[in-house]
């Protein structure tokens, strides 16, 4: 028999080195549990989440350079992606049937084409794992609705030349969205071109559930004008308000409440320690695994993608790492808040004691 919910443990992030989630701060586990039964879907009866929302869109806005953002806090990357492609569709010609975006593009965007009935192509990136500026400029035609640039990829951690890509779409005349999900909460204390402030970007995601250390589920969408959210409002005849932007209905008010509270803790100075731990602890990390002989991608933002033979790789997930790879196959250990140097420590213990066992 299974033991009860009561008695059952979540998954420990003892051993979690390739996830984007993390462990909330505690401040935004406490707004959570406090909100947690508050519908922001629903801003004319629950007029408080609502109010927290406003507030952590205005600090997700300072964060990303646009400090007058419209936006709402989503489900998640995924749902701001989807509602970027949708609101670009639904704001230009008839013809607006394709978006473009390097190979490097997380998997929503194949969503997002799929549920709009649109065209997605990828093209592909250069030998370092970054957008091809001219390459994307050859696949946006006549019909091109979106180019995306990502800062911060899922596999590689890598900042595309979002300036560039933006001067593409301007000179298309077709809107920009930068995919900020998980880089987002780093980024502002780099010296990378990345947001609202450096670019012609009309929308961008970054999502306070990875990085931002809200709960889940918390993303985030921003937009330069308040006509994208226009753009996506449909009607809603039951509730207090008039229209909705959304793509879910009921939201979470965990979700708003912890993005809230972990933002009004963190930004910008709590953010600006973790990025300058991470960083640190992500070179010293790729320095250690170059030294045992294995292929390191130079870490851009703290995210280290290494070639481990394949029966070390299979060893360590079978004493209970968790680890994933990249589709070309690289490990990637995703240098989260909670990923201390103490665990890589011990995880690059037991990567030696496995490389003598399986003689690699
Ligand atoms: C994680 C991630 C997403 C998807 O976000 P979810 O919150 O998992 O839906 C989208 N884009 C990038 C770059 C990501 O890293």
Redesign the pocket.
């Known amino acids: 028999m299974q033991p009860s919910v009561g008695e059952r443990r979540p998954q420990s992030f003892e051993r979690v080195l390739s996830s ?1 989630c993390t462990e909330p701060h505690p401040a935004a586990s406490r707004a959570a549990e406090r909100f947690i039964a508050s519908n922001p879907g629903d801003p004319g009866t629950y007029d408080a989440v609502a109010d927290l929302e406003t507030e952590a869109v205005a600090a997700l806005g300072e964060l990303a350079g646009l400090p007058e953002a419209h936006g709402y806090v989503t489900s ?4 701001a ?1 989807v509602q970027a492609v949708h609101a670009a569709r639904n704001l230009g010609n008839a013809g607006n049937s394709n978006l473009v975006a390097p190979e490097s593009a ?1 998997f ?1 965007f194949s969503k997002a084409a799929e549920l709009l009935g649109m065209e997605l192509r990828t093209v592909p990136t250069d030998g370092d794992h970054r957008a091809d500026v001219d390459a994307v400029a050859a696949a946006v035609d006549d019909d091109t609705a979106l180019v995306v640039g ?1 800062a ?3 596999e590689y951690g890598r900042v595309d030349p979002i300036p560039e890509l933006a001067a593409v779409a301007e000179d298309a005349g077709t809107r920009f969205h930068v ?1 900020a ?2 880089g987002g909460f780093y980024l502002p204390f780099t010296d990378h071109e990345w947001d609202f402030a450096d670019a012609a970007v009309d929308t961008l ?1 970054v ?1 306070p ?2 990085v931002g250390r809200a709960v889940v589920p918390a ?1 985030g969408l921003l937009a330069r004008d308040a006509a994208t959210l226009d753009a996506l409002a449909v009607e809603t005849p039951y509730l207090e308000t008039p229209s909705q932007a959304s793509l879910t209905g009921t939201r979470s008010g965990a979700g708003v409440a912890s993005a809230a509270a972990a933002l009004a803790e963190l930004w910008p100075a709590g953010y600006r320690a973790e990025y300058e731990r991470a960083a640190d602890l992500a070179a010293w990390f790729a320095g250690e695994l170059s030294e045992r002989g294995y292929r390191a991608v130079d870490p851009e933002l703290p995210l280290v993608a290494v070639d481990l033979p394949d029966p070390l790789f299979d060893e360590l997930r079978e004493v209970g790492w968790r680890i994933t790879r990249t589709g070309a196959g690289e490990a990637r250990v995703v240098v989260m808040p909670h990923v201390s140097r103490e665990r890589l420590e011990v995880f690059l213990g037991t990567l030696d004691r496995l490389a003598g066992t399986v003689g690699v």
Do not use: P
């Open positions: 984007m998640g990357g995924t749902e992606n997380h929503s990502v911060g990829s899922t995919d999900a998980w995601t999502d559930h990875k993303g």
